[in-house]
């Protein structure tokens, strides 16, 4: 990058200058930079809160409360942070890539069909051995995510058509593939939702070990987690320590030096999509196996998606500081749903969003205060 | 399931996707990609229609639901110019930030009843033409008749007039534009507003004319991601827009009406028989915008055509190579 120095602002006698930054940066300052933009949204989502006729410190304090408030809210925040986890690891190691794969929302619910289809086909009998029945789910939910991901794969890697669009179309389709079946073939009683699985069919909760333990009655944390974060320790070992994962990285650094270096980005580009299927997939599953017990597409299709987005993005593509930043956000999601107008959530995740990348500038400038008379 | 009423509707509802579409051309031309445009629509939608409540007066709703969009894209402007961050992700925040400031704003809204609409009326002689005079000329809203004289006005724009030239040279050579003393920021900044006005048009035109009223995030339901896959059919072109535009239309009019019909081409209508076959239905038009993406990349690929060479690159002044 040539010298370019341009000036923004005067003020008495002193200026801003913005230059690039030439050095590495020390390892804390993007997490400090990354903080401080998480606050700077916060501020600036109570500012529009209080514009919409809300309290803003109120707003803030009940989501604190009503998340982590007592071990029974926390257990319901980690219930929530679950599938934002999976579908934050399947964004992140497509957009490591520079895979812009949006699709994860689609992947996501056509896991849980998958899953479900398993359950109430059926595959399996309701009175198959617990382990072998999830293991099964899981490695439907995984499959057919990875189908859903590796339609717009194969699209960008031979058509070279847009995986952004191909990839968010294939949600609505989703959508209404999943409400053709709880509507109409395994509807119960006219209902738009599936019969309830069989005990066999749900991942363990901490609940059910309250007689063992008495902390544990009436905690709804389900097993999902763990499959979540052993998910993000092999994910995070693919991507670092592997010589797959170093493909990936180069590929996403720099596509012509990866070309170069002999590395096949066609099939890199579909095998990615289909892991980051796969991953949004079993996070499906998690989700009717976990929480809903049956197929029904309001609480399986809320968002999580892009919710994945953007904890995928605060933690800078990185598996395991994804754990961290979705169980923030499970406790937004968790709060959000009692604080009028129902939209503040949504619009926090916007906001958040938009001054992380806004941020990043910072990371790649140094903004210096100068006087005006300083040579430049 | 009259071939002319779908033809009619069609091109009613395919005046939104055709406001949204060339506002992204614009950008796009300009170089900066803006995957915000759902979010900008909702922000119209939700603006025009609490504005007409307010005022009485649609007009100002269009002209506030405009201003409002266009506000907004600049946020994508200052991140994805100025700052020279990713367009993917910035555009992927502004549709978040649009919608979640929509259903913020447009709490209640739904309940609000009725409003004062833009006005729909026929046009003498041209809907006397056989075929077409039904179609185009006869009860539309006062947008699809904008639209029409719209479309190739901005051709003409694009591909005939100085201002056009520079906006097709910042999109495809930026540092060439800014040898010659005009600044690829502005232009730049001018064209992402610009883009977001017209996705805030878009959005009024749902919202006060095509299917009235505040229905949070299934005023648009996707559109926005509609007129993005749209842009890249029509190869940058407004006129190529306008026909995709329309096409989208009559197949989003067609899906309702075809469920409607006991008998079916001779046969016992299945979507009537079992309404959740409709499903399937309601795939469609996104199962469409699919392909249309495939032909149009195919068709680049042939020609040699497509994008503007500087599409989602930063323009970063002294920089070799941009």
């Known amino acids: 990058m040539a010298e370019s120095t341009s000036t923004h602002k005067k003020s008495a006698g002193y200026k801003i200058r913005v230059e690039p930054r030439l050095d590495v940066p020390p390892a804390w300052y993007p997490l400090l930079v990354s903080l401080g933009a998480l606050v700077f949204a916060l501020f600036l989502g109570g500012i529009l809160i209080s514009f919409a006729g809300g309290d803003p410190i109120r707003s803030y304090q009940h989501i604190a409360r009503a998340s982590f408030g007592d071990i029974g809210v926390l257990s319901d925040t980690i219930v929530k942070a679950t599938p934002i986890l999976l579908v934050a690891l399947a964004c992140s190691v497509a957009f490591r890539m520079k895979l812009w794969n949006i699709g994860a929302e689609g992947q996501f619910i056509m896991g849980a069909f998958g899953a479900s289809a398993i359950v109430l086909a059926p595959v399996l009998s309701a009175e198959t051995p617990r ?219 916007g906001i958040i969003l938009v001054s992380l990348i806004a941020s990043d500038f910072l990371l790649r400038y140094r903004v210096r205060i100068v006087r005006a008379d300083a040579e430049e | 399931m009259d071939p002319i009423i779908i033809l009619q509707a069609g091109v009613a509802t395919g005046t939104v996707l055709l406001f949204a579409t060339i506002g992204e051309i614009f950008a796009e031309r300009s170089g900066v990609m803006n995957l915000g445009v759902e979010g900008m629509m909702l922000m119209g939608a939700m603006t025009a229609f609490s504005t007409t409540i307010a005022t009485g007066n649609p007009w100002l709703g269009v002209l506030a639901a405009m201003l409002a969009a266009g506000l907004i894209s600049q946020v994508h402007a200052f991140i994805t110019i100025t700052l020279q961050a990713d367009q993917v992700v910035s555009g992927l925040a502004l549709t978040f930030l649009g919608t979640g400031i929509s259903l913020v704003l447009g709490e209640g809204l739904s309940k609000a009843g009725t409003v004062s609409l833009l006005p729909n009326f026929s046009i003498p002689l041209l809907s006397q033409i056989p075929f077409l005079g039904p179609i185009l000329f006869t009860k539309q809203s006062v947008m699809v008749y904008i639209g029409y004289l719209f479309t190739p006005l901005t051709w003409y724009f694009i591909n005939h007039t100085r201002p056009g030239l520079n906006l097709r040279s910042v999109g495809e050579y930026p540092s060439a534009v800014d040898s010659l003393g005009i600044s690829v920021f502005r232009l730049r900044y001018f064209y992402v507003f610009i883009g977001g006005m017209l996705a805030g048009l878009a959005g009024a035109t749902i919202s006060l004319a095509v299917s009235p009223g505040w229905f949070s995030e299934l005023t648009t339901a996707g559109q926005g991601w509609i007129a993005v896959g749209l842009v890249i059919f029509a190869q940058w072109d407004p006129v190529r827009a306008m026909f995709g535009s329309y096409a989208f239309g009559a197949l989003r009019r067609l899906i309702l009406d075809i469920q409607g019909p006991t008998i079916l081409f001779g046969f016992n209508n299945p979507f009537y028989y079992n309404p959740y076959w409709g499903f399937f239905l309601q795939m469609l038009p996104y199962a469409f915008t699919v392909i249309v993406l495939v032909i149009g990349s195919r068709e680049a690929m042939r020609k040699r055509l497509g994008a503007p060479a500087a599409l989602g690159n930063p323009y970063i002044r002294g920089e070799r190579g941009k």
Not at chain 1, 143 to 169: Q, R, T
Not at chain 1, 298 to 312: D, H, L, Q, S
Not at chain 1, 330 to 336: D, K, V
């Open chain 1, 131 to 349: 382990w072998l029945m999830l293991l099964v789910m899981a490695l439907a939910g995984m499959a057919m995510g990875a189908i859903w991901g590796f339609i717009p794969g194969y699209l960008k890697a031979k058509l070279n058509v847009n995986e952004i669009i191909s990839s968010l179309m294939l949600n609505y389709i989703a959508v209404a593939w999943v409400n053709f079946w709880i509507f109409g073939v395994w509807s119960e009683g006219g209902f738009q939702m599936s019969p309830k699985f069989p005990n066999s069919a749900w991942l363990p909760r901490l609940s059910e070990y309250a007689k063992e333990y008495p902390v544990f009655r009436g905690l709804t944390t389900h097993a999902g987690l763990l499959i979540g974060i052993v998910a993000a320790v092999i994910l995070w070992l693919i991507v670092y320590r592997s010589r797959w994962g170093y493909e990936i990285r180069l590929i996403g650094d720099n596509a012509q030096a990866a070309k170069y270096a002999g590395i096949n980005i066609t099939s890199n580009i579909i095998y990615v999509m289909m892991l980051s299927g796969a991953l949004a997939g079993l996070g499906g599953m998690s989700e009717v196996s976990g929480v809903v017990h049956r197929l029904q597409t309001a609480p399986i299709a809320a968002g999580y998606g892009f919710t994945g987005i953007i904890v995928a993005w605060l933690a800078k593509l990185n598996p395991l500081v994804i754990i961290v930043v979705s169980v923030l956000f499970g406790a937004l999601i968790l709060a959000g749903r009692e604080i009028q107008p129902s939209g503040i959530p949504k619009m926090i995740q």
